[in-house]
């Protein structure tokens, strides 16, 4: 084994030249996990191309020689889907962060995968334009991550996730062939392939070029802070509002504890005698807005809020928003660690879902601080716990796995835009029966008969293709049947 490695570095050296190969352990620990930090695996060499001729070398290279490649972005990923293999290649696509077009007549930016989100916006502001996608990690995360794993945010309710805005890209299969999707159109013709790559979490191809749509910046945009006296008058607010035919740039909550944490951390003003929060964005031009904020005032005062408060600047609008995007690093104050979920209920199941959560909360004896886009039901429960005191880790993964089968129970789907990862891989057959689970696979292995491409992620049980249909179903049992062949 020492002795395949060591060719295997020395090859990938050679067409990686300089300081695209990383070899030493201590060096290659920096790679070991991404954003869900509970899971760490040291990659067997990482790889740093800096270009799509580099990519295509490496990626034939592996297929040739059967070695897996676990293809990663920035690594905020909070579902595992950037983990690494002891016995495979992790491909890095930081060195690709190049703004290479600005296109304001057709609407859209071209990017390499290694630009941040927020580097988009500002890369045309200059112009009066926006990118709409904005995950909270938006200063860190890249726009590759953000297609393998279909990112939204805060403003995802009135103008989309990433597949929403994304118009093309540039990939490269794991056999090493070059194939442009989509382009500067909206609608490219035949099968939706670009929209089979958004959200495919690198089992299918590496992104080395992204066009994305970008937006005039609306005129004008105001935001609310809504104070309630309970998590039922808010989740009846948030209904409420969509169903008068508002649909806000951003409708995000929060409960009394990521409150509490958010205000100590960036102080943004938050009602700290409130159990729940809701902050709504109205956008578009000035009487436009003027009417919406008035008709989500009355809605709220409806529904029981206890304090409402509209930004009357642009630096209190975003100083209201700010204590949102900080929800995740605040809570860090709270715990030596937390978990990050992401599920998807209806909206009208919220209520319901946190009455059930609160009963989970007594019965792993762990505390959860809840953060939602409330506007499209993704919920972002973080479970607080102590990785130190032994069993506190456990207690709270199967914390989050109830949670997730909640979500599902309910009506809902097991990820809003974190993606399935390892995180939720072997939930998977809690929502899909076999039947699904083969026709996903099978999608798998028309991009990758070889099963090389960021293997163990996603599926229950991962089986080579000629085995399709071969995947773990509920209670265990496992299922071999007929299936055609591509």
């Not at 760490?40 to 040739?64: D, K, N």
């Not at 506190?392 to 835009?417: Q, Y």
């Amino acid at each position: 084994m020492l002795a395949r490695r060591h060719d295997i570095v020395a090859h990938l050296r050679a067409l990686v030249p300089g300081e695209g190969v990383i070899d030493a352990e201590i060096e290659r620990r920096a790679y070991e996990s991404d954003g869900l930090t509970a899971y760490r695996q040291l990659p067997m060499v990482v790889v740093l191309p800096s270009t799509t001729a580099e990519v295509v070398a490496v990626l034939r290279y592996c297929h040739a020689e059967g070695i897996k490649v676990v293809p990663r972005g920035a690594g905020t990923s909070l579902s595992g889907g950037a983990l690494p293999l002891e016995d495979g290649v992790l491909l890095g696509l930081g060195k690709f962060k190049k703004v290479l077009e600005i296109d304001i007549a057709n609407r859209c930016a071209v990017v390499q995968p290694g630009v941040t989100n927020l580097a988009i916006t500002q890369a045309v502001q200059g112009e009066g334009f926006y990118y709409a996608p904005d995950p909270s990690s938006q200063i860190a995360c890249t726009i590759g991550g953000n297609v393998a794993e279909n990112s939204g945010g805060v403003h995802c309710l009135k103008y989309g996730l990433t597949t929403n805005n994304v118009i093309g890209v540039e990939m490269v299969t794991m056999e090493g062939e070059v194939l442009r999707l989509g382009g500067k159109h909206y609608d490219a013709g035949g099968l939706d392939l670009l929209g089979v790559m958004v959200g495919s979490e690198g089992l299918l191809g590496v992104v080395t070029e992204v066009t994305v749509r970008i937006l005039p910046k609306p005129p004008g945009a105001r935001a609310l802070l809504i104070g309630f006296p309970d998590v039922e008058g808010a989740g009846a607010c948030v209904a409420a509002i969509i169903a008068a035919g508002i649909i806000p740039g951003g409708m995000e909550m929060m409960d009394k504890l990521a409150i509490e944490a958010a205000e100590a951390f960036v102080h943004a003003n938050y009602p700290l005698d409130a159990e729940a929060l809701l902050i709504v964005e109205l956008d578009g031009c000035e009487a436009e807005v003027n009417h919406l904020v008035a008709a989500v005032e009355d809605l709220a005062r409806h529904h029981g809020a206890s304090s409402i408060r509209a930004s009357t600047s642009e630096e209190e609008r975003l100083l209201f928003w700010a204590g949102r995007k900080a929800a995740f690093p605040a809570v860090g104050r709270l715990s030596p660690d937390y978990y990050c979920m992401d599920g998807t209920i209806p909206r009208q199941r919220l209520t319901q879902v946190l009455a059930r959560m609160k009963q989970l909360e007594a019965r792993y004896r762990l505390r959860v601080a809840n953060v939602f886009h409330a506007g499209d039901g993704n919920l972002h429960p973080l479970i607080l716990y102590d990785a130190n005191q032994p069993g506190e880790l456990e207690r709270a993964e199967a914390f989050g796995s109830d949670i997730l089968r909640l979500c599902v129970e309910v009506g809902g789907v097991l990820t809003g835009e974190h993606g399935v990862g390892v995180e939720k891989r072997d939930l998977m057959d809690t929502m899909f029966d076999a039947v699904d689970l083969d026709q996903q696979l099978r999608l798998k292995c028309a991009f990758d008969a070889q099963s090389l491409l960021n293997p163990g992620k996603v599926f229950p049980q991962l089986c080579n293709c000629a085995e399709l249909g071969r995947v773990h179903v509920k209670g265990g049992q496992t299922r071999f049947p007929e299936l055609p062949r591509f």
